[in-house]
């Protein structure tokens, strides 16, 4: 009993940390959108150096003072009014942009104070880069549950054992569960940041595919009436599946250009996908969420069969 | 194994060529659909590389509504034990992989020669990779779909159950077949077909070995 409830407050608390956890960039990141987009303004955090003074008229007014990003690089900060809290604050999170004519940095809002724990902002992503956390679970799910079907189903046509053949069934079921669910956020997700639902990049295509086979696997299963024909035919088509999906999922997005990280002409995401290159933080909730999922399924399939050996049960004390 | 295999063909030819039911049906088909093609596009200019998709729909399609006969025949004339008696299940299946793709193979350079005829837009530049291209699709179509014409001959719902199950199965060779295509039909250099045309034949390949394997399985009642 108390691993469900451990299960459950570890996927939730890690959902929330993925949430609420705030972006923030740093003064590497202010100068390169200043390249871009002068008014473009975006979180940063930055210690207190020492605490300025107020601005001359020529200067703009309000308060400047010298703030260090966690890299170390110091510079001006320019504030409209002089911040309430300076004098005991350590540092702050604040909406800002580099100002090139005044050498200085612009903030227009401050959040809240110094964050210990932030994730950094990557260029393109900024708040939509958190859909890591519960994306991409989903997307590991649906082919971790996709080769743990075919592979009860090797074991079904080796060993006839009708239970194996209920657990390749249900595996696919929860397989096609997270196959829906993670296209689905991909897709609203794409809306957002690509500006489509759906463009066929390699991996829409693959996950496209999954879907198709799942369904057409549910197809074949509903179609036939003898139990043992049922397994057989449905192992073997998983099988063939099996040996055409990993095109799919494991070659073409990576040799075909495309817009999820990691696709051939990836030169900027690299951040997200390359295995030095995510944030260590995110890369930690990331897969304690996905250790997390892993448990969640293999939950599910254990209550899946407990339901089916209970009524195998009841059908034999009927009869 | 391989006389048998052929005897297994020349039985499925001849009691094809007796019935010509999936023939006749089939050219049918593909007269029609080359009608509503030709209808629709009346008055239409389209590139080269459009009408190669058309091609290869209508090759799927065609393929889709023949290949699962040699296999649903068999359960419906009720002659499925008879071979498992007299036949070993690999020379049934290399018999019926021989069948499907003469079949296909047919099929396919009667679809190739309508529309060549028919779709005066439909220009090929480099023929030589046009055919091999068409023959490497027709193999790939055949060894892919002989194996779940087997297991669909087995199911209620044969005829709609096909298309459903090959298609994830056959969409690698439908992609790489639609690209490579289209590089044979523009004036491009053979060596931008090259990746395509690796990925054809190792998916020819894969999907007859695994067929090969799995056969048992489905035809051992």
């Known amino acids: 009993m108390w691993w469900k409830i451990l299960l459950f407050i570890w996927i939730a608390a890690l959902s929330v940390i993925g949430i609420v956890t705030p972006i923030a960039g740093d003064l590497g990141s202010v100068a390169m959108f200043a390249q871009m987009d002068k008014a473009k303004t975006i979180p940063v955090k930055f210690t207190v150096v020492n605490k300025g003074r107020a601005a001359t008229e020529e200067e703009g007014g309000g308060w400047l003072l010298l703030g260090r990003d966690a890299q170390g690089r110091e510079a001006d900060f320019h504030f409209s009014v002089r911040p309430a809290d300076l004098d005991n604050a350590k540092g702050y999170l604040a909406v800002a942009r580099y100002d090139k004519t005044e050498h200085r940095v612009e903030v227009e809002k401050i959040l809240g104070g ?89 991996r829409e295509t693959s996950i496209f595919v999954l879907l198709l086979v799942y369904g057409a696997y549910f197809a074949l299963r509903s179609a036939i009436e003898i139990e043992e024909k049922k397994a057989t035919l449905s192992a073997v088509y998983s099988i063939i599946a099996a040996a055409t999906v990993p095109f799919f999922i494991f070659i073409m ?62 059908a034999e004390t009927v009869a | 194994m391989i006389r048998q295999a052929f005897a297994v063909f020349y039985k499925d030819l ?77 020379a049934v299946y290399l018999g019926k992989l021989i069948f499907n793709l003469v079949l296909v193979m047919a099929l396919n350079l009667f679809i190739i020669a309508l529309f060549l005829l028919t779709m005066d837009q439909f220009i090929v530049q480099q023929y030589g990779l046009f055919w091999l291209i068409m023959l490497l699709g027709s193999l790939g179509m055949a060894s892919a779909t002989t194996i779940i014409a087997a297991i669909i001959a087995k199911a209620n719902t044969k005829g709609t159950l096909f298309p459903v199950l090959s298609f994830p199965v056959l969409l690698p060779l439908l992609m790489a077949g639609i690209n490579a295509t289209k590089i044979a039909v523009d004036d491009r250099a053979w060596t931008a077909v090259w990746p395509d045309l690796q990925l054809l034949g190792s998916y020819i390949v894969v999907i007859t070995t695994v067929s090969f394997l799995l056969f048992d399985f489905v035809w051992k009642d």
């Open chain 1, 253 to 314: 997005p990576r040799i075909m250009p495309g817009l999820h990280p990691g696709s051939a002409d990836d030169s900027n995401a690299g951040p997200v996908m390359s295995s030095g290159g995510m944030d260590a933080s995110m890369r930690v909730i990331l897969y304690s969420m996905l250790v997390g999922y892993i448990v969640l399924y293999s939950w599910l399939m254990n209550i899946q069969m407990r339901i089916h050996r209970i009524k195998l049960k009841r």
């Open chain 1, 114 to 202: 110094y964050p210990s724990f932030s994730f950094p902002l990557i260029p393109g992503l900024e708040e939509r880069a958190k859909i890591i956390f519960f994306h991409v679970p989903m997307a590991w799910m649906t082919v971790i549950a996709f080769l743990v079907s075919m592979w009860y189903g090797i074991r079904y046509l080796r060993k006839k054992d009708m239970d194996d053949d209920f657990r390749s069934a249900i595996s696919a079921g929860l397989g096609l569960l997270f196959c829906i669910l993670g296209t689905t956020t991909g897709s609203l997700w794409a809306k957002f940041n690509w500006g489509s639902f759906w463009n066929w990049d390699p």
């Open chain 2, 14 to 90: 001849s009691s094809e060529l007796r019935t010509r039911y999936a023939i006749n049906a089939l050219l049918m088909f593909v007269v029609v659909t080359l009608a509503v093609i030709m209808f629709s596009l009346v008055g239409e200019t389209l590139s080269p590389g459009a009408l190669t998709g058309m091609l290869w729909v209508v090759m799927f399609f065609a393929a889709m509504s023949g290949l699962s006969r040699s296999f649903v025949a068999e359960e419906e004339r009720g002659t499925t034990m008879t071979l498992q008696l007299l036949a070993t299940p690999m």
